[in-house]
């Protein structure tokens, strides 16, 4: 059950790249961010039975762990404002390589043959898209950086995922709840402390941050249950996650009518065949 719900994560977040991107054209990165949040937070409120359960150890896990998002969407959203959306999807499969080394040495999980294939393929996409992809000199080096590094933390945000939920102390409702608490505390802290200006109008005026937040519930949700059973993976959720670069592609070239997109194409195909071996 875990492996269909896992996908359905991956479709649904190639179409919240194409819904950041929409968003990102009519505010700025910390208004999306934080009002995404805040609505976020809202959704989750008639489905917040439990919370309060939650002891001291794991309020300050899952913390760290909104530090680390919030660290990583800044990351993100920066970079995919700056980037065609089809191209940023292929990029973004590079956490494949992170969460997978931190599986390996963190959750004794193991290396077999199909893992192994798969893990290649998707790694011969990512690079195959970086050799002269046509918008090289559209693209700063410093938001491929952060895109990379947006990468980064969010394999290690999947990887305590997993241990969060391992033990079976905590459920997918308590952690997504003050995941998303937290997460808003710490976007409306940094507002506070940089006196960063954002409008109250954008909420009314950008109908994609009401769009974005209601797929982020409803995704995590799916993500969160899927990390709740014993027999999930890391690393095959992690591959099977990519299918979002499907997603991206489709959505770079009918909305929002990018180049190159054959080969941002044959590149997520190749993507595609690697979760494929890797799930056998």
């Known amino acids: 059950m875990w492996i269909p719900l896992v996908l359905f994560y991956g479709l649904a977040k190639g179409a919240r790249d194409a819904i950041k991107k929409k968003a990102l054209e009519k505010s700025s990165v910390m208004e999306v961010l934080f009002f995404h949040a805040v609505i976020a937070l809202i959704l989750l409120l008639p489905f917040s039975k439990g ?150 109008l954008t909420v009314k005026n950008n109908y994609w941050i009401a769009l974005l937040s209601a797929l982020f519930v409803i995704a995590d949700r799916a993500l969160f249950i899927a990390n709740e059973d014993p027999v999930s993976q890391i690393t095959v959720m992690t591959l099977i996650k990519q299918s979002s670069v499907l997603v991206s592609v489709f959505c770079g070239k009918v909305f929002f009518k990018e180049k190159h997109i054959l080969k941002r194409a044959v590149c997520a195909a190749v993507v595609l065949a690697g979760i494929v071996v890797a799930t056998l």
Request: a positive charge; proline letters at 1%; glycine letters at 6%.
């Open 51 to 200: 919370i309060f359960a939650v002891d001291g150890i794991h309020h300050v896990l899952i913390f760290l762990k909104s530090f680390v998002i919030f660290i990583a969407w800044i990351c993100a959203f920066t970079s995919i404002k700056k980037m065609p959306v089809s191209f940023y999807g292929i990029i973004d499969m590079a956490r494949v390589l992170f969460s997978t080394v931190l599986a390996l040495l963190f959750l004794n999980e193991t290396m077999t043959l199909p893992k192994a294939v798969g893990l290649l393929l998707v790694a011969c996409g990512i690079v195959f898209v970086n050799i002269g992809h046509g918008d090289g000199e559209k693209i700063r080096y410093r938001y491929l950086l952060a895109a990379l590094l947006s990468c980064l933390l969010n394999a290690v945000s999947g990887f305590m995922d997993k241990k969060l939920l391992s033990d079976g102390t905590l459920n997918s409702s308590q952690l997504q709840f003050w995941y998303v608490f937290y997460l808003t505390l710490l976007y409306g802290t940094y507002i506070l402390f940089t006196r960063t200006r954002i409008s109250l």
